[in-house]
């Protein structure tokens, strides 16, 4: 059941609020608005984040809505995100390219079947300036404090302008953050790594031009950034030390399987042209360019492809075995067969209890005359390099860490709702969220990618747009049936987590490893990813659950109906609106 909520004290300002809750009260008299149904109020809404999420956005808000104010906060100096941050050798996407963008924005030219990263953030770039976003995006811009006034159904946020150090209140009706779960890059958590007196870099903050050719290195880690790095890195240098900590399942090349198991793909694939590299040929680019329903054919060929993966995620399955036994084949296969490196390298916890990847290039770089793989820990990092867990010391020019980011969903910020500052909240449990969109006890706060979300499902492109309208259909309930403030009733998320809860022990993320899905733990609650294949979540976004939701009303006597206003509908009386929609054939539909 929806509760009706008034005004209670904010955690930020402690004023307590004025009426109480229900249909009405005693001391507020119910008055008819004089304005049609359907009438939006101005709202203010403050983006956190110009990733592909934060550009999505903003289009789907200038389709949607109208009488709204639209700004969005980016703490880098250009848009893009992840594919601004990550410049490190032999940076790409992992999922093809023609399915890792905007399906309203359509680019026919990609050079290769998985994009490098320097296309990717030039496509998001090239975007925001032909759609003329840049007006509404604020560059080094960095959101570090937010506070939600009750009283006014405001949220009062603190912003710092990284160019001049100067910091200046902001205030929103809505905020929606889509800074995303993989931006907030961490160190490794080694004792003395500050000690070092080489070169340490990140792979997420990769410094331009350096040269690490003929050294002696280290490429800790050995997830989806770091099997790229290490063969990109590998034939330049003069010895490679990689340090894992666990082993990681490398799927066969993912055109290679495409073909080999037979699915939709395949009718595509044996007819688009690449080089021995997967690269598309000029011919195939220009096919593309000139054939609409070639390309359309390629393009949901490949999606129906990725989308049907998640039968191999369900732990102890037939779809399952049958992939273990056949990457179990590829690894050994790619190792040579050499006993060592089989044993450390190819895991014994279920296929995808970790993130699958596909790595070109990355076994093979294992067995060069200059790497060596070390699987002893690491004890601490000193000035000349690293100190085993045995005493001894590899001296090193250069360590490389490829060591992932903090996936806590802890806001970067204070980020103080009506429970409290939710950063405690959140280090102090589990994190807790509805439907990955938005967070309990917080008013007018929506979120791309939060807690539960299908961040390894596949394209995250695809993904941007379903929340996008999800959370435009949010707004535009609360704009115009004159709700102040809304947000998930704790039932509500309390239901939703028990699902999540009971759902997980049947997929091979909840099994004993240590992965980012369990906030870098070998065991415990799934956070990060969603209950559910791609197709569900797009299919459980469809339509607003007005009912798992509380509200506070505009109207004085907080009177929910308050918004039927006048007894006129905007639509007879908007001369752009066709006022007799109700005969057309589309109007059947539900």
């Known amino acids: 059941m929806t509760r009706i909520r008034g005004p209670r004290a904010s955690s930020h300002d402690k004023r307590t609020g004025g009426a109480n809750a229900g249909g009405g009260t005693a001391e507020v008299p119910y008055v008819v608005r004089e304005e049609p149904l359907g009438t939006p109020k101005h709202v203010r809404i403050v983006g956190i984040g110009a990733g592909a999420s934060g550009i999505n956005?903003?289009?789907?808000?200038?389709?949607?809505?109208?009488?709204?104010?639209?700004?969005?906060?980016?703490?880098?100096?250009?848009?893009?995100?992840?594919?601004?941050?990550?410049?490190?050798?032999?940076?790409?996407?992992?999922?093809?390219?023609?399915?890792?963008?905007?399906?309203?924005?359509?680019?026919?030219?990609?050079?290769?079947?998985?994009?490098?990263?320097?296309?990717?953030?030039?496509?998001?770039?090239?975007?925001?300036?032909?759609?003329?976003?840049?007006?509404?995006?604020?560059?080094?811009?960095?959101?570090?404090?937010?506070?939600?006034?009750?009283?006014?159904?405001?949220?009062?946020?603190?912003?710092?302008?990284?160019?001049?150090?100067?910091?200046?209140?902001?205030?929103?009706?809505?905020?929606?953050?889509?800074?995303?779960?993989?931006?907030?890059?961490?160190?490794?958590?080694?004792?003395?790594?500050?000690?070092?007196?080489?070169?340490?870099?990140?792979?997420?903050?990769?410094?331009?031009?350096?040269?690490?050719?003929?050294?002696?290195?280290?490429v800790i880690g050995n997830g989806s950034s770091g099997i790229q790095l290490l063969p990109a890195v590998q034939p330049d240098v003069k010895k490679l030390y990689h340090f894992v900590r666990t082993p990681t399942w490398i799927i066969p090349p993912r055109?290679?399987?495409?073909?080999?198991?037979?699915?939709?793909?395949?009718?595509?694939?044996?007819?688009?042209?690449?080089?021995?590299?997967?690269?598309?040929?000029?011919?195939?680019?220009?096919?593309?360019?000139?054939?609409?329903?070639?390309?359309?054919?390629?393009?949901?060929?490949?999606?129906?492809?990725?989308?049907?993966?998640?039968?191999?995620?369900?732990?102890?399955?037939?779809?399952?075995?049958?992939?273990?036994?056949?990457?179990?084949?590829?690894?050994t296969a790619k190792l040579g067969g050499d006993e060592r490196l089989c044993r450390e390298l190819i895991p014994d916890f279920p296929l995808a209890c970790r993130r699958i990847t596909p790595a070109p290039g990355y076994l093979e770089a294992l067995r060069a005359p200059n790497t060596e793989v070390v699987t002893e820990g690491i004890a601490r990092v000193v000035p000349e390099g690293v100190q085993l867990a045995s005493g001894e010391i590899i001296r090193l020019d250069a360590i490389m860490c490829a060591t992932g980011f903090d996936t806590s969903f802890a806001p970067r910020f204070p980020l103080v709702g009506r429970h409290g500052n939710v950063q405690d909240a959140v280090r102090s449990g589990t994190p807790r969220g509805y439907m990955s969109c938005a967070l309990p006890g917080v008013p007018n706060y929506f979120t791309f990618l939060g807690p539960n979300a299908p961040i390894g499902h596949g394209s995250v492109f695809t993904l941007s747009e379903h929340i996008a309208r999800y959370v435009t259909r949010a707004l535009l309930k609360c704009q115009t049936e004159g709700i102040r403030a809304a947000a998930p009733s704790d039932a509500a998320v309390d239901d939703y987590g028990r699902h999540v809860a009971a759902f997980m022990p049947r997929m091979a993320w909840s099994s004993p490893c240590r992965s980012w899905f369990k906030a870098d733990k070998e065991e415990g609650p799934v956070t990060a990813l969603h209950p559910g294949s791609r197709l569900h979540f797009f299919h459980m976004l469809e339509s607003f659950r007005a009912e798992d939701w509380d509200y506070v009303y505009d109207d004085p006597a907080r009177n929910r109906f308050a918004y039927l206003g006048n007894g006129f509908s905007a639509k007879e009386l908007d001369p752009a609106v066709d006022a007799t929609w109700y005969l057309e054939p589309e109007a059947e539909r539900l």
């Open 57 to 218: 956005l903003i289009r789907t808000l200038r389709k949607n809505m109208v009488n709204y104010e639209h700004v969005v906060y980016e703490k880098n100096e250009k848009v893009g995100g992840t594919w601004f941050e990550n410049r490190y050798p032999g940076c790409r996407c992992d999922v093809p390219s023609h399915n890792y963008q905007f399906s309203w924005r359509p680019n026919l030219e990609w050079s290769n079947f998985f994009s490098p990263a320097h296309e990717i953030e030039e496509y998001l770039n090239r975007i925001c300036e032909e759609e003329h976003m840049m007006d509404v995006i604020k560059t080094r811009h960095k959101v570090v404090g937010a506070w939600w006034d009750e009283d006014r159904g405001l949220w009062d946020i603190k912003v710092q302008n990284l160019e001049t150090g100067e910091e200046f209140m902001d205030q929103a009706n809505f905020i929606v953050d889509a800074s995303g779960i993989l931006n907030n890059w961490k160190w490794p958590d080694i004792p003395g790594i500050e000690s070092f007196q080489g070169d340490l870099v990140h792979t997420a903050n990769w410094p331009k031009n350096f040269d690490y050719s003929n050294k002696v290195v280290a």
């Open 255 to 331: 055109r290679a399987t495409m073909m080999i198991m037979g699915g939709p793909a395949k009718s595509v694939l044996v007819e688009t042209e690449f080089d021995e590299e997967e690269n598309f040929t000029p011919q195939q680019i220009e096919r593309f360019k000139t054939d609409p329903a070639c390309y359309r054919r390629f393009v949901k060929a490949i999606e129906r492809d990725l989308s049907g993966t998640f039968p191999v995620y369900l732990k102890d399955g037939p779809a399952q075995a049958m992939a273990t036994k056949q990457v179990t084949e590829y690894m």
